[in-house]
Antibody
Framework: EVQLVESGGGLVQPGGSLRLSCVVS????????MDWVRQAPGKGLEWVAK????????YYSDSVKGRFTISRDNANNALSLQINTLRPEDTAVYYC?????????WGQGTLVTVSS | DIVMTQSPDSLAVSLGERATFNCKSS????????????LAWFQQKPGQPPKLLMY???TREAGVPDRFSGSGSGTDFTLTISSLQAEDVAVYYC?????????FGQGTRLESK
C-alpha cells in the first residue's frame, strides 16, 4: 500500500524557518518525481516545488524560489522541503505528492502557520 | 504560466441528477508525445487531501466510479458526474501538468440541493 506521511509543520514567526519531511512507503521513491503542493486555509491548491527521482532536477514556483529548497533521500524513503524567510502568506497545509506526470498519491499534509 | 479557470465557482445539484464542471486553460495543454491533454481532475473533501479522479482529460483513475467521466479538447474541458451521490459533495479542481509551473483551477464547490 502506497503511503506518504508529512511532518515538521508548526507555528513559526515571520522570517523563521522550518524543515518539512515526507516519508513514503509502498513504492520505490527513486523511480518517481515528487511534488510539494500547498493549500492556504479555505483556499485552493498551489504547486510549490518538484524534484526528479535522482534529485538532479528541481523546479520551484516563483512565489517560493530562493526561499524554499526541495531535496530527497531515496535511501531513507524521504522527501524534504526546507522553508526559510517565512511570510504570513506561506501559512498553509503542505502536501507531498507522488508526481511522475500525475499526482496520483498524496499525504495527509502538515500545517505551517506563520504568525507573530 | 498557464492559467486554469473553472466554472461555476459553486454548483448545487439534486441527488441522482447530473453535475457538470468546466475548466478552461489559457493555452493548449496538448502533450505532443501521446496526443493527449495534460489535464487532471481532483476531488477534495473537508480535512482530506485531494483525490485523483481523472487524468489525460478522460482516463479514469483506478477505483473511481464510472459515474465520473472527463472530456474536452483544445482549451475546454469538462468533468461530469452522471448521477450525483451524497458522497460526491466536495470541491473539484482541475490541474494542468504539461508545463512548469503546474497550475490548478480555483475549484468548484459541489453541494447537494
Amino acid at each position: 500500500e502506497v503511503q506518504l506521511v508529512e511532518s515538521g509543520g508548526g507555528l513559526v514567526q515571520p522570517g523563521g524557518s522550518l524543515r518539512l519531511s515526507c516519508v513514503v512507503s509502498g513504492f520505490t521513491l527513486s523511480a518517481y518525481w515528487m511534488d510539494w503542493v500547498r493549500q492556504a486555509p479555505g483556499k485552493g491548491l498551489e504547486w510549490v516545488a518538484k524534484i526528479k527521482g535522482d534529485g538532479s532536477v528541481k523546479y520551484y514556483s516563483d512565489s517560493v524560489k530562493g526561499r524554499f529548497t526541495i531535496s530527497r533521500d531515496n535511501a531513507n524513503n524521504a522527501l524534504s522541503l526546507q522553508i526559510n524567510t517565512l511570510r504570513p502568506e506561506d501559512t498553509a497545509v503542505y502536501y507531498c505528492a507522488r508526481a511522475t506526470w500525475i499526482n496520483d498519491y498524496w499525504g495527509q499534509g502538515t500545517l505551517v502557520t506563520v504568525s507573530s | 504560466d498557464i492559467v486554469m479557470t473553472q466554472s461555476p465557482d459553486s454548483l448545487a445539484v439534486s441527488l441522482g441528477e447530473r453535475a457538470t464542471f468546466n475548466c478552461k486553460s489559457s493555452q493548449s495543454i496538448l502533450f505532443s508525445s501521446n496526443n493527449k491533454y495534460s489535464l487532471a481532475w481532483f476531488q477534495q473533501k473537508p480535512g482530506q487531501p485531494p483525490k485523483l479522479l481523472m487524468y489525460w482529460a478522460s482516463t479514469r483513475e483506478a477505483g473511481v466510479p464510472d459515474r465520473f467521466s472527463g472530456s474536452g479538447s483544445g482549451t475546454d474541458f469538462t468533468l461530469t458526474i452522471s448521477s450525483l451521490q451524497a458522497e460526491d459533495v466536495a470541491v473539484y479542481y482541475c490541474q494542468q501538468y504539461l508545463t512548469i509551473p503546474i497550475t490548478f483551477g480555483q475549484g468548484t464547490r459541489l453541494e447537494s440541493k
